[in-house]
């Protein structure tokens, strides 16, 4: 079982990139929380890793942002 650290550096780095390519994208998080078909504290919450993010709402993200889960988990 990974330690609470690992747990917590994996999230940093991915709230850190969802973060990244939303910026890179010109989408604001309320922009982005729209169009994730989410409210904008549970979205905000995401990239400021401060909530777990499932893999449904990962797949919701992803499509928005047009990559696959490999670019994404590519760090």
Do not use: P, W
Request: charged share 25%.
């Amino acid at each position: 079982m990974a330690s609470k650290e690992a747990k917590e550096l994996l999230l940093e780095k991915l709230s850190t990139l969802i973060k990244t390519i939303r910026k890179s994208r010109n989408l604001s998080q309320k922009a982005m929380a729209e169009k994730c078909g989410m409210d904008f504290s549970s979205y905000s919450n995401i990239e400021n890793g401060k909530r777990n993010v499932t893999v449904f709402t990962l797949q919701r993200i992803i499509n928005v942002f047009k990559i696959s889960f490999n670019e994404l988990f590519n760090f």
